[in-house]
């Protein structure tokens, strides 16, 4: 081997070993850089809760239901086909002329089953048949979504149909007895401007327990006959200046009010459907629908409760 070939394989091993500890080196500082790099962190959406739910698809549709209806027949709450899209399953009253009432509210086989939103929570109830024990207790916040579809305007005789309620059970024989006040209904007033009807909401207050401000009757935005519309409710029942009512219309919240909306040991039930109340009674049968309906308390929020 001459000395220009052991010259050459010098150079080439030499250049060889240059690149070698040069890829080494880069594979270090790749390796370091992938464990010190920061990785970006995810904000995940807020998982939603619900106490209960209803889409009213399946066999038991109207699952932890129960119905008032006035009706003979006994059929003025039925799972029918969407009237805007066929391929979904919803729920719908029917109040015939002449009675007051087809609704819907949470209910099983006994009063301990009743989805109760005490106001004094806190303080212990227990009434007279201590059939309602304080643990059965679900806290003084709930949030409700759901979705109406009201297909024609009312003829009520001037009566405002109630078409979702959140409120106390008048029952005089618990200890202590309960009242009406803070009452909240959803109501389509009806006839009573010269636009015709509005959607309404009225709190029952002004009495010895409750704020006089909160006792209101706020008739809040035009309804859109023939299309869905999307309510949230999101009420924090309080004897105190906590209080707290939120109304949302398709995106939009339209009330709010805040300071004392109950009595002590109000239990306030949740209900929905067609209601007139006691001695009052429909001019023409009336037709309202609802779906996807989602209850939760204080781990709801505005967001999970729409999702």
Not at 41 to 56: D, E, G, R
Not at 124 to 153: R, Y
Not at 200 to 223: H, Q
């Amino acid at each position: 081997m001459n000395n220009f070939s052991c010259a050459y394989n010098s150079a080439a091993n030499q250049t060889t070993m240059t690149n070698r500890v040069v890829l080494f080196l880069v594979s270090i500082l790749l390796f370091f850089s992938a464990c010190t790099k920061k990785t970006t962190s995810v904000i995940m959406p807020p998982q939603p809760f619900f106490l209960y739910q209803w889409n009213f698809e399946g066999a038991d549709a109207l699952h932890d239901l129960f119905i008032e209806d006035a009706s003979a027949q006994k059929n003025g709450v039925a799972i029918v086909v969407d009237p805007i899209n066929p391929s979904n399953k919803v729920c719908k009253t029917t109040l015939l002329k002449g009675n007051d009432r087809t609704e819907l509210s949470i209910y099983t086989s006994d009063l301990k089953k009743i989805i109760y939103f005490y106001a004094d929570a806190a303080k212990g109830f227990t009434d007279k048949a201590n059939s309602i024990p304080d643990e059965n207790s679900l806290g003084n916040e709930v949030w409700m979504s759901m979705k109406i579809f009201k297909p024609q305007q009312q003829n009520t005789n001037g009566i405002k149909p109630c078409i979702a309620q959140l409120g106390p059970v008048s029952n005089a024989s618990l200890n202590p007895p309960v009242s009406s006040s803070g009452f909240c209904q959803l109501r389509m007033r009806n006839g009573t401007t010269p636009g015709g009807d509005n959607w309404n909401w009225r709190v029952f207050g002004g009495t010895a327990y409750t704020s006089a401000a909160l006792d209101m009757d706020n008739s809040f935005v035009k309804p859109n006959y023939g299309k869905w519309e999307h309510f949230v409710f999101h009420c924090v029942y309080s004897t105190g200046s906590n209080g707290l009512i939120e109304v949302w219309k398709d995106g939009v919240k339209y009330i709010t009010t805040s300071g004392a909306n109950a009595i002590p040991f109000n239990r306030f039930r949740i209900k929905w459907g067609l209601y007139l109340g006691i001695g009052s009674s429909a001019g023409e049968d009336l037709t309202c629908y609802y779906d996807d309906i989602k209850i939760g308390d204080k781990r709801s929020s505005y967001e999970s409760i729409t999702q």
